[in-house]
């Protein structure tokens, strides 16, 4: 397993979450916490019925059983929403439980980035596989081409606060991000977005990008929206500014054009 980790990153227990990543000093916007390779990947088929999926839980169990047994130790303890539909059909598939099992922690655990032929591709990364959700992240994570996962801090992050991506897209809205964590991970998520406890900040000033760049209000926002009904303006301003985290890291990091892919 090949990983780089800053002297920041620590693993400990989170309540009510099981073990979770926690920054051990102050984390600065820009940083990197975590770069991590994969460990194993397949091609993503969306299908559950599509013929190709028995040769590709197979071809997943051989990089399984490939694996160092150290790694195999640590991906086995990763958590698996047994209970939870996507789950479930993979421990339906195989009967064995020594088969099922890894197929549940691989499924349940990776994450799906496009690779270097522009295929949707999953890949395990077995560290940040540790990082809990919230849908108002204090990382961004990136995996490039080449199945290698970044985790970027996009704010100030204190001693002792635990670290988090969003598992889902930020577009998503309340009920739709629901509905995907029931559906794949049987959990509820209690972060401030989707607990109704965000709160608008009085002004935010947006970072010059090309030549835009401008202080705006929340009262100027709801404005600007007509009709000003049906629409969260939390919801709004929180994707808004993970958009604009995004946007920063591609700029600095000369890959502006997957923003419109990612």
């Not at 099981?18 to 984390?27: D, E, S, Y």
């Not at 091609?43 to 694996?67: C, I, M, S, T």
Request: charge should be neutral; hydrophobic fraction near 35%; aromatic fraction near 10%.
């Amino acid at each position: 397993m090949s990983s780089k980790i800053a002297p920041f990153f620590t693993i400990r227990n989170s309540p009510g979450k099981g073990l979770g990543v926690f920054a051990a000093t102050a984390i600065s916007p820009g940083q990197v916490v975590l770069q991590e390779s994969q460990v194993i990947h397949c091609k993503y088929l969306a299908r559950p019925d599509d013929p190709r999926q028995f040769e590709q839980h197979r071809n997943v169990l051989g990089q399984w059983n490939d694996l160092p047994s150290n790694l195999r130790t640590h991906l086995a303890a990763l958590h698996v929403a047994e209970d939870a539909p996507g789950a479930r059909a993979y421990l339906r598939t195989f009967t064995q439980r020594e088969h099922a099992h890894p197929l549940a922690i691989f499924y349940s655990n990776s994450h799906i980035y496009i690779d270097i032929e522009s295929k949707p591709r999953r890949g395990l990364f077995p560290l940040a596989s540790r990082i809990n959700n919230s849908c108002e992240p204090n990382l961004l994570h990136d995996i490039t081409s080449d199945g290698v996962i970044n985790c970027v801090a996009i704010r100030d992050i204190d001693a002792g606060e635990e670290l988090t991506i969003s598992y889902v897209g930020s577009y998503l809205t309340n009920e739709a991000r629901k509905k995907h964590f029931r559906g794949l991970w049987d959990f509820e998520c209690d972060c401030p977005r989707c607990a109704g406890r965000l709160r608008l900040p009085q002004t935010t000033e947006l970072p010059g990008i090309g030549t835009f760049g401008d202080v705006f209000t929340a009262e100027d926002l709801q404005k600007s929206l007509s009709p000003p009904g049906g629409i969260d303006l939390r919801e709004l301003w929180s994707w808004m500014a993970l958009q604009l985290a995004r946007i920063k890291y591609f700029q600095e990091n000369g890959h502006v054009s997957r923003l419109y892919f990612a």
